[in-house]
């Protein structure tokens, strides 16, 4: 019998208090009462709530202590910028964890690569469908001599300019001419924020996020923006639909899951009209329900959270076994 009874999120504790009760809803009641109607809870927690004995080594989350046997870490790199001062303590608290015999379905070195965009589609590159193309630039102290400017000679405009390791939408602008992007580059100058250049596909674009179980797709979901906006991101006001799976989809999807084999992996890909591209992928990607969806699409939703949590178990069972032979 499987002896997890616990997973934590271990995320930085720096959310606004009127901004929980909208994700709240969202997503994070959900995940725990599925949680619980598997056996198991599903808490968030902080890194600095994680203390370590290295003699054992023993792990106490919150005051009690917590074994590799009954509870796993769910880890992934989180750096919004309110969140900057916390990048260093999320992946040392990932490495304490990982080398203390805990079953972490996001490996800590997959953090880096699904965090910064670039990353991401360099470790994608030789996918069946290619990546949209991306200029990463630097921002700081000597952006007034523009040695960015010959990576991206190739770029076409208007281009959409983005931080390379926010989430949820958040950040992304339109760049109409090289002027619009040295404003915004400007702009990022100030917190020293990495951005990502891409291509602007256009107004008709649609974003298909393919939520993977065990490396197979489990559901498709299309997102589309708000009439006159760019961004699909539900953060920003996008619309999420169920759909089937584009059959196009299939080859690249079973690239993805050789490269990134872990339990759960969300899977993005964006349309033109005439082409598809791959976008993004996130181990950690929220399975939301807004508000005014109907009874079945809450129920879609539930059965996205309780696939990813049984193959979390799945996952640590094996683990478990694997460690015992060691």
């Given amino acids: 019998m499987n002896s997890l009874r616990r997973m934590v999120w271990v995320f930085p504790d720096r959310e606004s208090s009127r901004a929980v009760p909208k994700w709240r809803r969202s ?15 599903w808490v968030s927690h902080p890194p600095e709530d994680i203390a370590v004995d290295g003699d054992g080594p023993r792990v106490f989350v919150a005051g009690e202590q917590v074994t590799p046997e009954d509870t796993l870490f769910v880890t992934s790199l989180y750096s919004m910028p309110y969140q ?13 964890l990982e080398q ?74 339109m760049a109409h001419n090289a002027e ?38 489990h559901t498709t979901a299309t997102r589309t923006p708000l009439p006159g ?16 799976l584009p059959p196009e989809l299939e080859d690249a999807l079973e690239y993805v899951a050789k490269k990134v084999p ?15 591209w791959l976008s993004e992928i996130e ?15 809450i129920a879609r939703q539930r059965s996205i959270i309780e696939a990813r949590f049984r193959a979390y178990r799945r996952a640590h069972s094996e683990w478990l076994k694997e460690a015992a032979h060691v």
């Fill in 84 to 96: 900057a001062m916390d990048v260093f303590n999320q992946y040392a608290i990932y490495a304490v």
């Fill in 262 to 276: 872990v339990p759960f992996l969300c899977v993005d890909f964006l349309f033109d009209g005439e082409k598809y």
């Fill in 100 to 173: 203390g015999g805990f079953y972490l379905p996001n490996p800590p070195g997959l953090s880096p690569i699904v965090n910064d965009k670039l990353a991401t589609i360099l470790y994608l590159r030789d996918c069946p469908i290619p990546p949209i193309p991306t200029v990463r630039v630097g921002t700081g102290r000597d952006l007034v001599l523009r040695l960015y400017e010959p990576a991206l000679e190739r770029m076409t405009f208007p281009a959409i300019v983005k931080p390379v390791g926010w989430c949820a939408g958040w950040g992304i602008s």
């Fill in 27 to 41: 997503f994070w009641d959900a995940y725990e009462e599925v949680a619980e109607g598997l056996g198991m809870s």
């Fill in 283 to 297: 181990p950690d990607g929220a399975i939301v329900c807004p508000d005014h969806d109907s009874e079945s699409v």
């Fill in 229 to 244: 906006a760019y961004v699909a991101n539900t953060g920003r006001g996008g619309r999420q639909r169920y759909v089937d």
């Fill in 180 to 217: 619009d992007l040295r404003g915004l580059l400007s702009l990022a100058q100030g917190g020293e924020t990495a951005l990502a250049v891409q291509p602007y596909l256009g107004a008709e674009t649609i974003d298909y996020r393919v939520f993977m179980i065990d490396g197979k797709p």
